[in-house]
C-alpha cells in the first residue's frame, strides 16, 4: 500500500526541544510548523497557546522572535525557562545538585499523591489511584519547599521548577494526561526521582512571556504571524 504524505515538500532543519508527556503535543509536527513559517519569513511570531512550549523552543531556536502566551501556569515556567533565561547551563548544576540531595520529607504532595507499593496497585486504603509514590512524593516536598526559600530570582525558579517537573513525569504513573491515574504502578514510578538541569536555549532575541486568555492577549501584542493550537475541549 501506498503511504501519501500530507507535506510532501517539507526539508527543514528540527531543533530539539523537551517536554512532559502530553496529549496532544506537537513534537512530531514541528517539522511542518517550521517549514510553514519559513516561507511566511516572519522576524515575530505568536505561540498563542502555547502548553508545552515545544512550539516556542523550536521556533526561538530558529532564530524568530516568540511571543508565547498560554492561560496554564506550568505553561508559563515552562516559556520563561526556556524564552526568557540568561544563564548557561553551568549555572544551574550546583542548584539542581543540592536539591537532589535533600532529605525527604512528609509533606502535602505526599500527603494527597503519593502511595505506597500495595503489591502494585496504586489505588490505597481510601480507594483512590495516586499517580507518584511516595518515595518520590517526600523528596517533592523536601525539593519544592526548598525551591521557595532559595535566594535566586523568578527566571531561575522557573528553570528549577521545570527540572523538578520533567522529573516527576519520568517516574509517574499515567499515560501523560493527569485527569486519571493507572490502576496498577507503572515500571517507572519505582524509580526514584532525579532532576537535571533543562537544555536551555541561548536568548539571542527579545522574546516575550504571558499568561493570559487569549482575547485579552491579542490586543496588547503585535507580531508578523500567528500560531493557534487553542485546546481541544473547549
Request: with cysteine; aromatic share 10%.
Amino acid at each position: 500500500m501506498e503511504t501519501l504524505a500530507l507535506f510532501d515538500d517539507i526539508v527543514v532543519d528540527t531543533p530539539s526541544t523537551e517536554g512532559i508527556k502530553y496529549a496532544g503535543s506537537k513534537q512530531k509536527l514541528l517539522p511542518h510548523i517550521l517549514s510553514l513559517v519559513r516561507k511566511v519569513k516572519p522576524r515575530t511570531v505568536i505561540d498563542g497557546f502555547s502548553g508545552t512550549t515545544r512550539v516556542s523552543q523550536a521556533l526561538a531556536q530558529s532564530g524568530y522572535e516568540v511571543i508565547s502566551n498560554d492561560l496554564s501556569a506550568w505553561s508559563e515556567v515552562f516559556a520563561t525557562c526556556y524564552l526568557l533565561n540568561d544563564y548557561p547551563s553551568s549555572h544551574y548544576r550546583s542548584l539542581i545538585d543540592h536539591l537532589n540531595n535533600l532529605p525527604p520529607v512528609d509533606g502535602w504532595f505526599t500527603e494527597n499523591y503519593g502511595g505506597d507499593p500495595n503489591d502494585g496497585t496504586s489505588a490505597g486504603g481510601d480507594g483512590l489511584k495516586k499517580p507518584w509514590q511516595k518515595h518520590n512524593t517526600r523528596r517533592l516536598d523536601a525539593i519544592r519547599d526548598e525551591i521557595d526559600r532559595l535566594a535566586v530570582s523568578s527566571v531561575e525558579k522557573t528553570v528549577l521548577l521545570t527540572s523538578l517537573i520533567y522529573a516527576l513525569d519520568e517516574v509517574d504513573s499515567t499515560l501523560g494526561h493527569f485527569a486519571s491515574y493507572l490502576n496498577d504502578w507503572s515500571p517507572r514510578s519505582y524509580k526514584n526521582m532525579h532532576l537535571k538541569v533543562p537544555s536551555l536555549i541561548p536568548r539571542n532575541a527579545r522574546h516575550q512571556v504571558f499568561k493570559k486568555d487569549i482575547f485579552d492577549f491579542l490586543p496588547h501584542v503585535k507580531a508578523d504571524l500567528a500560531y493557534f493550537d487553542p485546546p481541544y475541549g473547549s
